[in-house]
């Protein structure tokens, strides 16, 4: 993988002066100080570190978004991958698989137990 590019601070200063203290995400008012600058496109992915592709936002939405990034880079690894071969695409097993032996069918053909009550009903006392 590439080395991960950051923004450089003019960038990052930019990003933050537009965002005008609020989550870019959603619109959450950030204290000063607060907030990340996040890649739209994740780097990994090709996103490049510009004020276009960057945009700050706050820490519950940045959570969130590294959650989903991190699910569509490995996403992104696997169809590249199987497209060079390096792993092979699931099959279905053709065979239909081993005969059933004769224990595990009469396992499979056993009978439920006959019905029995949880509890037996109170012998009701009879005054003398
Ligand atoms: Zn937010």
């Known amino acids: ?7 450089s601070r003019k960038t ?3 990003i933050i002066a537009r965002a005008a203290g609020k989550c870019e995400a959603c619109s959450a008012v950030l204290k000063p100080g607060e907030g990340e600058v996040d890649h739209i496109l994740p780097c990994a992915l090709g996103g490049e570190p510009t004020v276009a592709n ?3 936002i706050c820490r519950v939405c940045h959570v969130e978004k590294t959650a989903t990034d991190i699910r569509s880079i490995r996403k992104a690894d696997r169809s590249r991958d199987k ?3 390096a792993i092979a695409p ?5 065979s239909p698989g081993f005969p059933i ?3 595990v069918a009469r396992r499979q053909t056993k009978q439920a137990l006959p019905y029995r009550p949880l509890y037996q009903p109170a012998i009701k006392e009879t005054n003398p």
């Open 1 to 7: 993988m590439a080395n991960r590019l950051e923004f």
């Open 12 to 14: 990052k200063a930019a």
């Open 54 to 56: 960057g945009r700050l």
């Open 83 to 85: 497209a060079s071969g």
């Open 90 to 94: 699931k099959q279905k097993i053709r």
């Open 101 to 103: 032996s004769e224990k």
